[in-house]
């Protein structure tokens, strides 16, 4: 299928501009910012500094195996919180009011590995606007062994996705890392949509970066505790994270109570407005947990995400509650799922259903 590039129908007044006014008079009456506080730049120290002491002590004081493994264990999920709560808010420019110390948070998924720059495209970018649309947004393209959407070519082996869908979960980062970045970069294009020209800066610190995370998360550790060891290490870490990063991402998005529109209209337009179409495509999950919210960045709040990317994840709890309200009001379906556990079982059923022919 042929797939053009569409767009999202103007209206007066708009919803998200009704929205933005309410969110924003939430703000003014408090008196607070909308960006991160003392509690998200307490939390990113802590994470930070998890990580740096599991990785010191991993890699110069090779631990005996029985607290080597907790640790690498442990390891996998900072990482994965560390992009949560660090990287995604500073990469939408809510981390802090400075504009130097996003950048900071930003870049810490380069230190980590994958490169900030497609990031930004791949997600700010396309994902935050063309969600869930098949051919434009790259989150919901997995090739041909997962099938979320019925637009996407159906295969047999698609039955079985359900079942070894975890496994290539676990994938993801290793996938990121050393596959995908590499190619949006050759091909300088995420899917149909072509990448910005990157400068003479964006080349030397996409390299730069890649060089860095192959000496401190291949080579130093194989010459400090042994290619085994290391081997072992790097991929309980790796696919940990891995999963923990795609669990929480599809969560949101590949649901049985999430849309999945039709990439183009008779007329070039998408049918909804594009806030009403990021809430038909989005859903929360375990809105009343504060320790998912804590861990995962508030992306458990995903429809105040993608309404509100600029406003940090420490406001969601207090917003979404307007925006629940306000798509009542409005006769819009807020689909949000009270437990975890609850979003994973209608994952598995819509992944049941693509699975049929």
């Excluded at 933005?20 to 003014?28: A, C, G, N, S, V």
């Excluded at 690498?72 to 009011?97: P, Q």
Aim: net charge positive; proline share 4%.
């Amino acid at each position: 299928m042929s797939v053009h590039i569409p767009k999202f129908p103007s209206v007066t007044p708009s919803f998200h501009s009704i929205l933005k006014h309410r969110i924003e008079e939430y703000f003014q009456k408090k008196g607070i910012s909308s960006h991160g506080n003392f509690q998200l730049f307490f939390k990113a120290a802590l994470l930070v500094s998890l990580f740096v002491v599991l990785y010191i002590h991993l890699v110069f004081f090779t631990p005996h195996w029985y607290f080597a493994l907790p640790e690498a264990i442990i390891l996998g999920f900072v990482i994965s919180f560390i992009g949560f709560n660090v990287m995604h808010d500073g990469s939408h420019g809510s981390f802090s009011n400075y504009k130097w110390l996003n950048r900071i948070a930003a870049y810490t998924v380069n230190v980590l590995g994958a490169s900030s720059f497609m990031w930004n495209v791949k997600h700010n970018i396309i994902h935050h606007t063309y969600t869930n649309i098949d051919g434009l947004d790259d989150d919901i393209n997995a090739g041909i062994l997962l099938r979320f959407n019925k637009y996407q070519k159906y295969y047999k082996i698609h039955r079985f996705q359900h079942i070894y869908v975890w496994f290539l979960y676990s994938l993801l980062y290793m996938f990121w890392v050393f596959y995908t970045d590499y190619k949006k970069y050759f091909l300088r294009k995420i899917g149909i949509i072509p990448l910005k020209k990157l400068s003479i800066l964006d080349h030397i610190l996409f390299w730069a970066f890649k060089a860095l995370n192959l000496f401190l998360f291949i080579a130093l550790p194989i010459y400090t505790v042994g290619f085994t060891w290391w081997l072992l290490g790097f991929l309980i870490v790796n696919l940990l994270a891995g999963f923990v990063l795609s669990i929480v991402f599809q969560l949101a998005h590949t649901v049985s109570l999430t849309s999945f529109p039709n990439p183009i209209t008779t007329n070039g337009k998408m049918e909804d407005e594009w806030a009403i179409h990021q809430i038909k495509t989005t859903a929360d999950f375990a809105p009343n947990s504060k320790l998912i919210s804590w861990c995962v960045g508030g992306l458990n709040f995903q429809v105040e995400h993608h309404l509100f990317p600029k406003i940090s994840h420490v406001h969601y709890p207090a917003i979404s509650k307007i925006i629940s309200a306000t798509c009542k009001e409005f006769a819009i379906p807020y689909s949000v799922f009270p437990k975890m556990r609850h979003a994973v079982a209608s994952h598995v059923s819509h992944l049941r259903a693509m699975g049929k022919a």
